[in-house]
């Protein structure tokens, strides 16, 4: 028999009872629509998570630390690299080296400082960061009120929205919704803070004009108190720092600003045998490079001239891990449906053989092959298959989108900005057919091998 014939006449036997075949294939479409909605979840929450870390500059961003510095992110580094006495140092001169690696864009400081910020003669005190230029495309601005740095040596601040909140002594109270941003915004936009730091200069041996000033191996700085004004051009809702813990800053400047400031930071004082050096060592440096395939290749490089890196897509092993675990779980969960329909496939399907026993007694009298009469049993449960598996993934689509839609009316009563939750990519559409196909083909298993053990003698006695 030819697949066309025997696909015409698969069809046509579905016809005879169309209520019956059709509730079966939908109850196929179900079990794939429930497949491929869960699954499209599952892919759209780890694509959300990955555009977010993404267009944070997290994902192209290594962090390097210094090896004499206790507190490195990665210990494992340390037992495999030079000891910390031995290893260089984290200054300029390292940071030259590593602008010269290739796929490199940028590479800047991690200048922060805890310091008094005066505003309307009120003292406040802060943690207070250097922000790179290239900052802002990052995601934290996309919703900020006011603008960024109008240029890399601008006296210009970024508030966080609670720092924001703290100048102006405003704070929700309880049970009541939350500030606006915009609402802390107006009165501070194009104010003035005035910052007091600490400066250390250097002095020459025999020098006493300082106001304070310490010996350590034999060299002598200043410690200098200053102060400078600098205008609020931004007030920035989410936190661009918020991967820092405790450390992380609520007020930002330019960090080449930051670095003409010559602040006196708790890093440049905790190495005591780099203190008698006239060049500015750092905690932490930031390497920025040219896409996130790069970021391995970097962190190599950079380890092999003795310094510790971190960087996100270390961290993002374990939420790959978790999203894969994820996507299993929401399989399994979402086939339950599909097994539950291939039970109906089996009752069809016998019932359709216990109907046809006289047709199929006369085709096997006319000299049909058991292999022929599974084949049409194969072929009327991969038909209800392909249908069920189409119909299925249009359904899991819209169920999607009005998912994706609900979600985004909720983000919005709330003020947060729309988001695409689910994605549907075309190996999920095409997987989802053929595993329906597949699963109507196992279901007609025990009813096409019944239809072919069929005596055609006794089919055709039965009335």
Not at 106 to 132: C, K, N, S, W
Not at 160 to 178: I, S
């Amino acid at each position: 028999m030819k697949l066309y014939d025997l696909s015409e006449l698969a069809v046509r036997n579905l016809r005879q009872s169309l209520l019956r075949n059709s509730l079966t294939t939908l109850g196929i479409s179900v079990g794939v629509a429930s497949l491929v909605a869960m699954l499209a979840l599952g892919i759209g929450l780890q694509q959300l998570a990955s555009r977010r870390l993404k267009s944070s500059g997290l994902f192209d961003t290594v962090l390097v630390t210094s090896r004499r510095d206790l507190r490195s992110f990665n210990r494992e580094q340390e037992t495999n690299g030079p000891s910390a006495a031995e290893s260089p140092v984290l200054d300029d001169h390292a940071r030259a080296q590593f602008e010269k690696l290739t796929n490199v864009l940028e590479v800047y400081p991690d200048i922060r400082f805890v310091t008094e910020l005066r505003y309307q003669d009120r003292p406040h005190l802060t943690m207070i960061a250097g922000l790179p230029f290239s900052a802002k495309n990052n995601d934290a601005f996309d919703n900020m009120q006011g603008s960024f740095f109008s240029s890399e040596m601008a006296h210009e601040v970024i508030l966080q929205k609670t720092f924001a909140e703290e100048l102006l002594g405003r704070k929700p109270a309880q049970g009541a919704d939350e500030i606006g941003v915009s609402d802390l915004a107006k009165p501070l936009l194009g104010q003035e803070l005035v910052m007091r730091y600490a400066e250390r200069q250097e002095m020459p041996s025999g020098s006493d004009g300082a106001s304070r000033t310490d010996e350590v191996f034999g060299s002598t700085y200043s410690v200098i108190s200053h102060e400078e004004k600098l205008k609020i051009v931004g007030v920035s809702e989410l936190d661009p720092d918020s991967l820092r813990g405790n450390a992380r800053a609520r007020v930002f400047l330019p960090v080449k600003l930051a670095q003409s400031l010559h602040v006196l930071q708790s890093g440049g004082i905790r190495d005591t045998t780099q203190a008698a050096s006239n060049t500015p060592t750092y905690s932490t440096v930031s390497v920025r490079v040219r896409s996130p395939k790069d970021v391995e290749a970097i962190e190599d490089a950079i380890k092999k001239m003795g310094f510790n890196t971190f960087s996100i897509i270390d961290a993002t092993r374990s939420m790959r891990q978790f999203f894969a675990i994820l996507d299993l779980f929401l399989g399994i969960f979402g086939s339950l449906a599909l097994a539950v329909a291939s039970i109906g496939i089996v009752n069809t399907l016998v019932m359709a053989l216990l109907e046809r026993r006289r047709e199929i007694g006369i085709m096997k009298a006319l000299g049909a092959s058991d292999v022929e009469v599974k084949k049409l049993f194969f072929a009327e449960a991969g038909v209800m298959g392909v249908m069920g598996g189409a119909v299925g993934v249009a359904m899991g689509w819209i169920i999607g989108h009005a998912i994706n839609l609900g979600t985004n009316i909720y983000l919005r009563r709330l003020n947060f900005p729309p988001e695409q939750i689910w994605f549907v990519p075309w190996w999920l559409v095409a997987g989802a057919i053929v595993f329906a196909v597949i699963v109507s083909l196992v279901s007609g298993l025990y009813p096409a091998a019944r239809a072919a053990r069929l005596d055609p003698v006794q089919a055709l006695r039965y009335e």
